[in-house]
């Protein structure tokens, strides 16, 4: 009696799909199937229906990077009968601590070519669209049509906002991921399912240069295989329909302490995208909602080449340096005066205001920053360079180690 009705729950439960059940019953699993998932099959929560709702599935990850490896080989390795990857990177040696989709044979290579291999080999059966673009206003909606899930892999503020709105616009699950230095946090945002969508939480986008990313803060290789792996099973149970997936709830991870935390998370009536007056109609591009502008004529700029012209010529400037300590010590340029970003507004007395300053960092946002903020104490000959001391390693100088 009570494995009946233990069984009469899971058949409750797996009704709950995301999946159009006209789809699946067009679906069969071979022999090879049968053998390639028996672990899926003898479980009663999956059992062959299950299954075939997996293969019956379209999965969109948006990226083949950190987040985007784990998620999409887990996939992959379950039988999602399609698996779309959006990304327009090529695969560099700094990626190889934690984007366990390439390997080192792959450096140079399109991510998406290197992750289509490595899919293929994990299961060929399975039906893999690659989408060799950036995810903008002008394809998002295109892309996004013809999958069940999105998976969120991105590491901006500009495609987070964006796969979130057109995931509302579809009324599709977004499967939602960051990872931080030690921390990571997942979600699914789900209006259509009577949860909030990302800009509940935030409603709109800090300014560009105000949020570090993984290439300037760092982050520790093991977290985003985590975070990914959370999102792939997050992805399964709304495909098959079991479990309790995060509608409504954020989990929070701290590898130091290796401690979860949950977060309720509520809708927002006064939400601009799926509120009860929303404002947002149609996809919008990150810098125009934001109000942030690449060309912001406040931050002068100079390229490494002129750089480089300049040290050559022997003109009289002053290179500032405004990374921190430890990265100085991994790499530098040679003259460079080190003043963390930190220490300008308190350091800035000890600079020739009748000089000129080139301000650098890693990738040329906190130099931005701190040119704005010498411009502000009447600097008026500073200058950023553009692309940091990564692009002066690409262009210039290839001895400079890249981190």
Known sequence: MLRAKG??????????????????????????????????????????????????????CIGAGGLGSPAALYLAAAGVGRLGLVDFDRVDLTNLQRQILHGTKDIGRSKLESARDRLRDINPDIEIKLHECQFSSENAEQIVADYDVIVDGSDNFATRYLSNDVCVF????????????????????????????????????????????????????????????????ETIKLIVGIGEPLIGRLLHFDALKLAFRELKL?????CPVCGENPTIFAPIDYDQFCGARNDDASVPGISVQELKGKMD????????????????????????????????PERADQLDREQTLIVHCHSGRRSAQAVRLL?????????????????????????????
């Open 7 to 60: 069984r009469a729950n899971v058949r409750r439960a797996m009704r709950k799909s995301i999946v159009d059940q006209e789809r699946v019953s067009g679906i069969g699993l071979t022999k090879e199937e049968l053998q390639r998932y028996s672990r899926h099959l003898i479980m009663p929560e999956v059992t062959t229906e299950g299954q075939k709702r997996l293969k019956a599935a379209r999965v969109l």
């Open 170 to 233: 579809a009324a599709k699950p977004n499967v939602y991921g960051s990872v931080f230095r030690f921390e990571g946090q997942t979600t699914v945002f789900a209006p259509q399912l009577g949860g909030p969508c990302y800009r509940c939480l935030f409603p709109e986008p800090p300014p560009p240069e105000s949020v570090p990313n993984c290439a300037q803060a760092g982050v520790l290789g093991v977290l985003p295989g985590i975070i990914g792996m959370l999102q792939t099973i």
């Open 266 to 270: 509520r809708r927002d009536p006064q």
């Open 313 to 344: 010529a022997q003109e009289r400037f002053e290179l500032i340096d405004v990374r921190e300590p430890f990265e100085f010590e991994i790499a530098r340029i040679d003259g460079a005066k080190l003043i963390p970003l930190g220490q300008i």
């Open 375 to 403: 411009k502000q104490r009447g600097f008026a000959k500073v200058r950023n360079l553009e692309g940091g001391i990564d692009a002066w390693s690409d262009f210039i100088d290839p001895t400079v180690p890249k981190y």
